[in-house]
């Protein structure tokens, strides 16, 4: 079986003919990563409403998340796997934003056993309207689809 990850992109594709990228554009993308790679953090630090498991000598105990829900963090891999990438070329700056933990993907469309349970969906669902309305801001949005 192939390893999937997840990953969302936002690109934008400055006027190649007329301007070079200035590096404040580079930092304005930074802003809005670590605004989603917080709120997706967010999202996955709440509590959870599905099966109690307990572990360890002393037996303690984690509740998961039901299916539908966000994940719930237990062990730290997968809020440990957030982040974003801002790659500035002469003509165009891009930001990446993702997870590398091998199961982030299986988490957010789930499998044949496993119920989903979306947490970059609905992260990025909550915060378009800001992200749309940094764009706006510096007229960098043509076009809106996420």
């Known amino acids: 079986m192939s390893k999937k990850s997840s990953e969302c992109r936002l690109i934008w594709k400055g006027d190649i003919l007329t301007s070079a990228i200035d590096k404040g554009s580079a930092d304005k993308l930074e802003e809005i ?5 917080n709120g997706l953090k967010e999202v996955i630090s709440g509590k959870g409403t599905g099966r109690i498991y307990r572990y360890g000598k002393s037996k303690r105990k984690h509740q998961s998340s039901a299916p539908g829900e966000p994940p719930v963090t237990w062990g730290g891999e997968l809020k440990d796997s957030i982040g974003h990438v801002v790659m500035a070329g002469k003509f165009i700056v891009s930001l990446f934003t993702g997870m590398t933990a091998d199961h982030s993907f299986w988490l957010e469309y789930g499998t044949r056993k496993m119920k989903k349970r979306p947490f970059a969906k609905i992260t990025f669902e909550k915060l378009s309207p800001e992200i749309k309305a940094e764009l706006t801001k510096y007229g960098w949005l043509n076009e ?3």
């Open 144 to 146: 809106w689809t996420h």
């Open 33 to 37: 990563g670590y605004m989603i790679e």
